[in-house]
């Protein structure tokens, strides 16, 4: 597992446009299995932590409207930031992505981290 956490990792820091952070985290504790940021002052694994809440609160939100539907991904956009929580198939895990907004998009940022995730959502 920590041999295709650290390739998803590699290959998305040297592919995506703009990449700042990442990081894979259990949904039910909220820790961080692996992490990194080009930021000294980004901490991924706190943003993992936090993002358990909104991941937690769509969940609820999907149960309130009675839809029968399951969480692919979560993406928002700040100011000079786009932030992609993605799920994996067992939604148990998530990958929190983030990049400079300036210099990547949505789509290229999706298709890509898509791209690498593959072996890594065999796993979980």
Not at 2 to 7: D, G, P, V
Not at 95 to 118: E, G, P
């Amino acid at each position: 597992m920590e041999k295709i956490l650290t390739s998803l990792i590699k290959n998305v820091k040297e592919n995506v446009p703009g990449y700042i952070a990442i990081s894979v985290a259990e949904i039910a504790s909220g820790e961080s299995l692996a992490s990194d940021s080009v930021d000294t002052t980004f901490d991924p694994a706190l943003a993992s932590a936090y993002n358990v809440e909104i991941i937690n609160a769509k969940r609820k939100a999907i149960e309130v409207l009675g839809l029968d539907e399951n969480i692919s991904d979560i993406h928002f956009k700040l100011d000079n930031h786009i932030h992609v929580i993605d799920m994996s198939p067992s939604g148990e895990y998530f990958i929190y992505l983030a990049v400079d907004s300036n210099r990547a998009n949505l789509a290229l940022t999706r298709t890509m981290l898509n791209k690498y995730k593959k072996e890594l959502n065999e796993v979980l």
